[in-house]
T-cell receptor
Framework: DAKTTQPPSMDCAEGRAANLPCNHSTISGNEYVYWYRQIHSQGPQYIIHGLKNNETNEMASLIITEDRKSSTLILPHATLRDTAVYYCIVRLGNTPLVFGKGTRLSVIA | EAGVTQFPSHSVIEKGQTVTLRCDPISGHDNLYWYRRVMGKEIKFLLHFVKESKQDESGMPNNRFLAERTGGTYSTLKVQPAELEDSGVYFC??????????FGQGTRLTVV
């Protein structure tokens, strides 16, 4: 079972920042937080991951709380093409990713 | 660099037939994973290879499913005989050690 809790859906206006929350209160010290998204029926797309520190790449930023029990994925300027289901996953080493239901993000023009 | 490639993209077979799905991982990736998404359900893990060895096959639904990765390169997933409930999208992913996994575009299997 997934070790994370996410809201089932969110809306975001095009051009605005999308902030997707995730709770992972039972995360252990060596587990990373990963974010993936699935657009329509395409294969899941890797976005970003982190352990303790905040991370940023060309797609998004990941903010992890100091106690590591929750995190937020930030898409700084959401576009219509960012409409997708976003998955927050806690993972140890190279163990398989465990997908939950994710958050369905709808970017609205 | 080529990504994870899956063949075929779509397959329609009759109940009782055999189907073989293929996954070509990114070159040099030792880890290879198979997942499945049945309509309306979450993406579920099936099996994990490290090179040619099965590291974890706890997600394989039953003995009608057989995965192989001879030589530690491409992998095949055979379903024999196929049942209606096997319909879904089968995803393959690969990764180097201890880092993010990259997914293929999936094979949509329809059993009629």
């Amino acid at each position: 079972d997934a070790k994370t809790t996410q809201p089932p859906s969110m809306d975001c206006a095009e051009g605005r920042a999308a902030n997707l929350p995730c709770n992972h209160s039972t995360i252990s010290g060596n587990e990373y937080v990963y974010w993936y998204r699935q657009i329509h029926s395409q294969g899941p797309q890797y976005i970003i991951h982190g352990l303790k520190n905040n991370e940023t790449n060309e797609m998004a930023s990941l903010i992890i709380t100091e106690d590591r029990k929750s995190s937020t994925l930030i898409l700084p300027h959401a576009t219509l093409r960012d409409t997708a289901v976003y998955y927050c996953i806690v993972r140890l080493g190279n163990t398989p990713l465990v997908f939950g239901k994710g958050t369905r993000l709808s970017v609205i023009a | 660099e080529a990504g994870v490639t899956q063949f075929p993209s779509h397959s329609v077979i009759e109940k009782g037939q055999t189907v073989t799905l293929r996954c070509d991982p990114i070159s040099g990736h030792d880890n290879l994973y198979w997942y499945r998404r049945v309509m309306g359900k979450e993406i579920k893990f099936l099996l994990h290879f490290v090179k040619e060895s099965k590291q974890d096959e706890s997600g394989m639904p039953n003995n009608r499913f057989l995965a192989e990765r001879t030589g530690g390169t491409y992998s095949t997933l055979k379903v024999q005989p196929a049942e209606l409930e096997d319909s879904g999208v089968y995803f393959c992913a690969s990764s180097p050690l201890l880092t993010e996994a990259f997914f293929g575009q999936g094979t949509r299997l329809t059993v009629v």
